[in-house]
C-alpha cells in the first residue's frame, strides 16, 4: 500500500510540534495550523501562560486583518514577556509586551491587525527556550 505525501508530511509536523526542541519550522503552504495551537476566542483574545521557561503553546492563530489580544499568565517567579516578529530573523518587530515577573500575574496585550501569514513570537528574555509560531488566517 502506497501511503499518500500528506500524511507524512502531516505526521512531520506533529513530530516536530511534539518535539522538546525550542526549534520550529513553518507550515507548508496550505496547510492549517495544528488543533493543539491556542487559538483567539469569540473576542479575538488567546490565552498563552508560562511555566518552567516554556509556553503553554508553542503556537498561536488569530485573526487576519483583526486586531487581537495576547493574554499572557506568568505563573513563575521568573520575568517574561512576549514578543512577536514578522518572522524567526526578528527584523521587523509588531509586539513587545512589558516584562513582569509572575507567580499567577496576568497582562493583556494588544496586538494590531495583521495581514494572513506566519509570524514568529517569543519571550525576549529567554528567546532560545521559549518561542513558537503566530499563524494568522
Not at 526542541?21 to 491556542?38: I, M, N
Not at 483583526?66 to 517567579?77: G, H
Not at 517574561?80 to 526578528?90: C, G, P, S, T
Request: proline share 8%; aromatic share 10%.
Amino acid at each position: 500500500m502506497k501511503i499518500p505525501p500528506i500524511v507524512f508530511a502531516s505526521l512531520a509536523l506533529v513530530l516536530a510540534a511534539c518535539s522538546s526542541s525550542a526549534e520550529w519550522t513553518p507550515l507548508p503552504s496550505g496547510v492549517e495550523p495544528p488543533a493543539y495551537c491556542a487559538h483567539a476566542d469569540a473576542s479575538n483574545v488567546i490565552s498563552i501562560s508560562a511555566n518552567n521557561l516554556k509556553f503553554s503553546a508553542r503556537c498561536m492563530v488569530a485573526p487576519a486583518g483583526i486586531a487581537f489580544v495576547v493574554r499572557f499568565t506568568n505563573n513563575e517567579s521568573a520575568q517574561h514577556d512576549v514578543a512577536i516578529y514578522r518572522d524567526r530573523a526578528m527584523t521587523t518587530k509588531y509586539l513587545e509586551g512589558d516584562s513582569f515577573t509572575g507567580p499567577s500575574v496576568t497582562k493583556d496585550y494588544q496586538v494590531p491587525a495583521l495581514p494572513a501569514g506566519e509570524y514568529y513570537f517569543d519571550c525576549t528574555i529567554h528567546p532560545s527556550d521559549m518561542n513558537g509560531a503566530l499563524y494568522v488566517r
